[in-house]
Protein backbone atom coordinates (compact mmCIF):
# COMPACT_ATOMS: atom_id res chain seq x y z
CA UNK A 1 0.00 0.00 0.00
CA UNK A 2 0.74 3.51 -0.11
CA UNK A 3 3.46 5.03 2.47
CA UNK A 4 3.37 8.95 3.57
CA UNK A 5 6.74 10.22 4.94
CA UNK A 6 6.79 14.22 6.00
CA UNK A 7 9.52 16.11 7.39
CA UNK A 8 10.09 18.00 9.47
CA UNK A 9 8.08 16.79 12.67
CA UNK A 10 8.49 19.91 14.09
CA UNK A 11 9.35 23.46 12.47
CA UNK A 12 9.77 26.93 13.92
CA UNK A 13 10.09 30.31 11.86
CA UNK A 14 10.03 33.92 12.49
CA UNK A 15 7.15 35.95 11.42
CA UNK A 16 7.80 36.97 7.66
CA UNK A 17 10.27 34.14 7.12
CA UNK A 18 9.27 30.91 4.77
CA UNK A 19 8.48 27.49 5.81
CA UNK A 20 8.67 24.33 3.50
CA UNK A 21 7.33 21.28 4.50
CA UNK A 22 8.43 18.18 2.98
CA UNK A 23 6.73 14.70 1.87
CA UNK A 24 7.54 11.36 -0.01
CA UNK A 25 5.29 8.95 -1.06
CA UNK A 26 6.04 5.11 -2.51
CA UNK A 27 3.09 4.85 -5.26
CA UNK A 28 4.27 5.71 -8.19
CA UNK A 29 0.47 5.30 -9.42
CA UNK A 30 -0.45 8.22 -6.63
CA UNK A 31 -2.35 11.15 -8.36
CA UNK A 32 -3.86 13.34 -6.01
CA UNK A 33 -1.82 15.09 -3.12
CA UNK A 34 -4.00 17.34 -0.54
CA UNK A 35 -2.55 19.25 2.18
CA UNK A 36 -4.69 19.87 5.48
CA UNK A 37 -4.33 22.51 8.54
CA UNK A 38 -5.35 21.37 11.79
CA UNK A 39 -5.45 23.86 14.38
CA UNK A 40 -5.67 23.00 18.07
CA UNK A 41 -8.88 21.69 18.92
CA UNK A 42 -10.12 21.95 15.32
CA UNK A 43 -10.53 19.56 12.45
CA UNK A 44 -8.42 19.43 10.11
CA UNK A 45 -8.83 21.93 6.28
CA UNK A 46 -7.84 21.58 3.36
CA UNK A 47 -5.76 24.22 2.01
CA UNK A 48 -4.08 23.20 -1.13
CA UNK A 49 -4.12 20.02 -3.08
CA UNK A 50 -2.40 19.39 -6.99
CA UNK A 51 -3.19 17.06 -9.15
CA UNK A 52 -0.33 14.84 -10.84
CA UNK A 53 -0.80 16.30 -14.27
CA UNK A 54 0.90 19.47 -12.98
CA UNK A 55 4.26 20.69 -11.22
CA UNK A 56 3.06 23.58 -9.20
CA UNK A 57 -0.36 25.42 -7.74
CA UNK A 58 0.20 28.73 -5.86
CA UNK A 59 -2.99 30.29 -3.72
CA UNK A 60 -1.84 33.60 -2.22
CA UNK A 61 1.21 32.89 0.50
CA UNK A 62 0.94 29.24 -0.14
CA UNK A 63 2.15 26.76 -2.42
CA UNK A 64 2.73 23.24 -3.78
CA UNK A 65 5.39 21.56 -5.41
CA UNK A 66 4.98 17.78 -6.91
CA UNK A 67 8.02 15.96 -8.45
CA UNK A 68 7.00 12.83 -9.42
CA UNK A 69 9.97 11.02 -10.95
CA UNK A 70 11.12 11.79 -7.51
CA UNK A 71 8.11 10.84 -5.74
CA UNK A 72 7.80 13.37 -3.31
CA UNK A 73 6.27 16.82 -3.01
CA UNK A 74 6.46 20.11 -0.37
CA UNK A 75 4.03 23.31 0.93
CA UNK A 76 5.57 26.49 0.73
CA UNK A 77 4.11 28.79 3.11
CA UNK A 78 5.61 32.33 1.92
CA UNK A 79 5.88 35.91 4.38
CA UNK A 80 4.68 33.46 7.84
CA UNK A 81 1.98 35.07 10.13
CA UNK A 82 1.05 33.89 13.85
CA UNK A 83 -2.16 32.40 12.44
CA UNK A 84 -0.01 30.08 10.03
CA UNK A 85 0.64 28.25 13.45
CA UNK A 86 -0.96 24.85 13.29
CA UNK A 87 -0.54 21.18 12.78
CA UNK A 88 -0.15 20.43 8.53
CA UNK A 89 -0.66 17.04 6.96
CA UNK A 90 0.11 16.17 3.64
CA UNK A 91 -1.64 13.12 2.10
CA UNK A 92 -1.54 10.74 -0.97
CA UNK A 93 -4.14 9.16 -3.18
CA UNK A 94 -2.95 6.02 -4.39
CA UNK A 95 -3.84 3.15 -6.41
CA UNK A 96 -6.45 2.42 -3.81
CA UNK A 97 -8.24 5.93 -4.23
CA UNK A 98 -7.77 6.46 -0.50
CA UNK A 99 -5.39 9.30 1.20
CA UNK A 100 -3.01 8.09 3.41
CA UNK A 101 -1.45 10.78 5.94
CA UNK A 102 1.60 11.90 6.37
CA UNK A 103 2.51 11.93 10.46
CA UNK A 104 2.34 15.75 10.38
CA UNK A 105 4.50 18.86 11.07
CA UNK A 106 3.76 21.04 13.84
CA UNK A 107 4.36 24.92 12.59
CA UNK A 108 4.97 27.41 15.10
CA UNK A 109 5.46 31.52 13.83
CA UNK A 110 7.54 33.25 16.28
CA UNK A 111 6.28 36.93 16.69
CA UNK B 1 -23.92 23.82 1.82
CA UNK B 2 -23.34 22.16 5.52
CA UNK B 3 -20.59 20.72 6.37
CA UNK B 4 -19.74 17.43 7.71
CA UNK B 5 -21.46 16.26 10.98
CA UNK B 6 -20.85 13.99 14.09
CA UNK B 7 -22.45 12.78 16.80
CA UNK B 8 -21.65 12.88 19.68
CA UNK B 9 -18.61 15.73 20.22
CA UNK B 10 -17.37 13.76 23.34
CA UNK B 11 -17.71 10.56 25.06
CA UNK B 12 -16.37 8.38 27.95
CA UNK B 13 -16.56 4.61 28.36
CA UNK B 14 -15.11 2.04 30.19
CA UNK B 15 -13.41 -0.84 29.28
CA UNK B 16 -15.38 -3.65 27.52
CA UNK B 17 -18.22 -1.26 26.60
CA UNK B 18 -19.19 -0.62 22.88
CA UNK B 19 -20.01 2.18 21.28
CA UNK B 20 -21.43 3.83 17.89
CA UNK B 21 -20.17 7.21 16.54
CA UNK B 22 -22.57 9.02 13.70
CA UNK B 23 -21.36 11.29 10.56
CA UNK B 24 -23.58 13.11 8.22
CA UNK B 25 -21.68 14.37 5.34
CA UNK B 26 -22.35 17.00 2.79
CA UNK B 27 -24.98 16.70 0.90
CA UNK B 28 -24.81 15.24 -2.06
CA UNK B 29 -21.56 13.41 -1.07
CA UNK B 30 -22.00 9.79 -1.18
CA UNK B 31 -18.63 8.91 0.25
CA UNK B 32 -17.82 8.87 3.90
CA UNK B 33 -14.39 7.75 5.22
CA UNK B 34 -13.67 6.99 8.93
CA UNK B 35 -9.87 8.25 10.74
CA UNK B 36 -8.36 7.58 13.69
CA UNK B 37 -6.62 10.50 15.06
CA UNK B 38 -3.75 9.97 18.27
CA UNK B 39 -0.33 12.11 19.33
CA UNK B 40 1.35 9.18 18.35
CA UNK B 41 0.31 7.22 15.33
CA UNK B 42 -1.37 10.99 13.47
CA UNK B 43 -4.50 9.87 11.37
CA UNK B 44 -4.89 6.19 10.88
CA UNK B 45 -7.96 4.99 7.92
CA UNK B 46 -10.23 3.18 9.42
CA UNK B 47 -12.31 2.52 6.35
CA UNK B 48 -14.69 4.09 3.39
CA UNK B 49 -18.04 3.56 2.38
CA UNK B 50 -19.99 4.70 -0.67
CA UNK B 51 -23.71 3.49 -1.89
CA UNK B 52 -23.85 1.16 1.06
CA UNK B 53 -21.03 -0.31 0.15
CA UNK B 54 -17.43 -0.68 2.33
CA UNK B 55 -15.12 0.19 -0.56
CA UNK B 56 -11.93 -0.03 1.71
CA UNK B 57 -10.61 -1.03 4.85
CA UNK B 58 -7.78 0.19 6.93
CA UNK B 59 -5.66 -2.44 9.29
CA UNK B 60 -7.80 -2.54 12.01
CA UNK B 61 -9.02 -5.06 14.32
CA UNK B 62 -12.85 -6.39 13.70
CA UNK B 63 -14.15 -4.52 16.61
CA UNK B 64 -13.93 -1.89 14.80
CA UNK B 65 -16.58 -2.18 11.83
CA UNK B 66 -19.13 0.56 10.67
CA UNK B 67 -22.05 1.03 8.08
CA UNK B 68 -23.52 3.36 5.58
CA UNK B 69 -27.31 4.14 5.22
CA UNK B 70 -29.09 5.21 1.91
CA UNK B 71 -29.39 8.99 2.85
CA UNK B 72 -25.31 8.27 2.89
CA UNK B 73 -25.22 8.69 6.83
CA UNK B 74 -22.40 6.40 8.26
CA UNK B 75 -21.65 4.87 11.31
CA UNK B 76 -18.75 3.42 13.02
CA UNK B 77 -19.02 0.99 15.40
CA UNK B 78 -16.02 -0.28 18.09
CA UNK B 79 -16.65 -3.22 20.57
CA UNK B 80 -15.26 -4.41 23.38
CA UNK B 81 -13.07 -1.29 23.80
CA UNK B 82 -9.65 -1.35 25.06
CA UNK B 83 -7.41 1.83 26.76
CA UNK B 84 -6.11 2.06 23.87
CA UNK B 85 -9.15 3.16 21.72
CA UNK B 86 -8.93 6.41 23.41
CA UNK B 87 -8.22 8.75 20.26
CA UNK B 88 -10.57 11.73 17.95
CA UNK B 89 -12.17 9.92 15.88
CA UNK B 90 -12.60 11.94 12.24
CA UNK B 91 -15.23 11.36 9.62
CA UNK B 92 -14.44 12.66 6.08
CA UNK B 93 -17.14 13.05 3.07
CA UNK B 94 -16.15 13.26 -0.52
CA UNK B 95 -17.24 13.80 -4.05
CA UNK B 96 -14.87 12.25 -6.24
CA UNK B 97 -14.29 14.29 -9.28
CA UNK B 98 -13.29 12.60 -12.78
CA UNK B 99 -11.04 14.02 -15.34
CA UNK B 100 -10.88 11.73 -18.20
CA UNK B 101 -9.79 8.10 -16.29
CA UNK B 102 -8.39 9.79 -13.57
CA UNK B 103 -10.53 10.19 -10.30
CA UNK B 104 -9.60 12.50 -7.42
CA UNK B 105 -10.93 12.02 -3.98
CA UNK B 106 -11.32 15.14 -2.53
CA UNK B 107 -12.39 15.18 1.72
CA UNK B 108 -13.98 17.25 4.04
CA UNK B 109 -13.53 16.36 7.62
CA UNK B 110 -16.14 16.77 10.33
CA UNK B 111 -15.53 18.05 13.65
CA UNK B 112 -14.73 15.06 15.45
CA UNK B 113 -15.58 12.54 18.38
CA UNK B 114 -13.21 12.56 21.14
CA UNK B 115 -13.68 9.24 22.67
CA UNK B 116 -12.10 8.49 26.02
CA UNK B 117 -11.81 4.77 27.19
CA UNK B 118 -11.46 4.47 31.40
Known amino acids: GENVEQHPSTLSVQEGDSAVIKCTYS??????FPWYKQELGKRPQLIIDIRSNVGEKKDQRIAVTLNKTAKHFSLHITETQPEDSAVYFC??????????FGSGTQLTVLP | KAGVTQTPRYLIKTRGQQVTLSCSPI?????VSWYQQTPGQGLQFLFEYFSETQRNKGNFPGRFSGRQFSNSRSEMNVSTLELGDSALYLCASSARSYSGRAVYNEQFFGPGTRLTVL
Open chain 1, 27 to 32: DSASNY
Open chain 1, 91 to 100: AAQGSARQLT
Open chain 2, 27 to 31: SGHRS
